[in-house]
């Protein structure tokens, strides 16, 4: 676990790339989907608005879906983040699974303040595995909001150990005070852009090795 509180999965333990900035840009560009869930008033909506339009709402006010555009520069990179804030309801089945097959990425957010919000991740993180397969190689960040509240149920060590559980990143944020949020963000473009990186890496071995069954394969005339 780093300063910011983020536990990082071992295979991640490559430095940060400080090259990562975001900032608005003009360009326009693919996009790249990111879907928010959590439960019923985790602060979802709080913390995407916050990343988006730099405000907080103190009402909280039930979403069924939203999607928010920001367009970021990462690594000299242009592109979209389209993200999806999710209903806290589960009376949404199909949309729920609609929108994990659709998205690139998640954040999975709970309350510090409710142990049953963490709880309610768990089948989420289930139905992203039996959908998307190999989660290992999906950027996916769990999040404790509202760190700047004193009613602590959950600490920040049972949420570190069951990011460990679950290979993914872990950090604690406030949309309130606006701690650690955009930081979120930067984290997952951070492991986006590792598993681009072991992607490539993959496909330059495969070739290789194809490379090396074809000469072996090769009759040569002495």
């Known amino acids: 676990m780093n300063k910011l509180g983020m536990h990082i999965p071992q295979k991640d333990k490559a430095s940060k790339d400080r090259s990562v900035r975001l900032r608005v840009m003009p360009e326009q560009s693919n996009d790249y989907r990111v879907v928010v869930f959590g439960a019923g008033g985790v602060g979802k909506s709080s913390l995407v608005l916050r990343f988006v339009r730099g ?34 309801s589960h009376q949404f089945p199909a949309m729920q699974r609609l929108s994990i097959s659709k998205g690139h990425a998640f954040i999975l957010v709970y309350s510090i303040t409710s ?9 989420i993180f289930s ?34 150990e069951l990011a460990k559980r679950w290979n993914c990143a872990y950090l604690e944020t406030s949309a309130k005070t606006n701690h650690n949020v955009k930081e979120l ?9 590792r598993r681009t990186m072991s992607l490539q890496l993959e496909t330059k071995k495969t070739k290789s090795q194809k490379r090396k069954e074809k000469l072996k394969g090769k009759c040569v005339v002495m």
Not at 66 to 81: A, E, F, M, P
Not at 82 to 87: A, E, L
Not at 147 to 156: H, I, L, N
């Open 55 to 88: 405000t907080f709402r103190e009402s909280y006010i039930p979403t069924i879906e939203d999607t928010y555009r920001q367009v970021i520069s990462c690594n000299k990179q242009v592109c979209t983040l389209q993200i999806t804030d999710t209903t806290g």
């Open 115 to 123: 142990r049953q919000s963490l709880e309610e991740l768990k089948p």
């Open 127 to 160: 139905e992203i595995t039996e959908i998307k397969g190999d989660v290992d190689s999906i950027p996916i960040m769990l999040v404790g909001n509202k760190c700047d509240e004193t009613s602590r149920e959950v600490t920040q060590n049972v949420g570190a």
């Open 185 to 193: 963000f930067q984290e997952l473009l951070q492991l986006e852009k």
